[in-house]
């Protein structure tokens, strides 16, 4: 007859607590701002000035209107991809400043 454990790994321990202290929301904030440049490569770093994330919207202040053009068009395929990098829904959309 097994026995029912009330344990949990470290893992699930880590998990909890970070969902209940609210970390985990930060930690996948900062995972979409790390996944920004392996998703739309890395040459982009040198037009983007700023990056956060406040109310599910990815926030993004470029030097550069040509870029910012063409990021507009692709905002829903970009929030679906770095969404897709980190494994859950973090942002909804895209600001670009």
């Known amino acids: ?52 994330i406040q109310n599910k919207k990815l926030h993004i202040r470029l030097n550069s209107s040509t870029l910012r053009q063409e990021l507009s068009h692709k905002k829903s395929e970009i929030v679906k991809d770095l969404n897709a990098a980190v494994g859950k829904e973090v942002i909804k959309d895209i600001v670009l400043k």
Request: proline share 2%; charged share 35%; hydrophobic share 35%.
């Open 1 to 52: 007859m097994k026995r029912k454990s009330n344990q949990q790994s470290l893992g699930e321990v880590i998990q909890d607590f970070l969902k209940q202290s609210g970390w985990e929301r930060k930690l996948d904030e900062v995972k979409i701002i790390t996944e920004w440049d392996k998703v739309l490569g890395p040459s982009l770093a040198k037009y983007i000035e700023e990056v956060f």
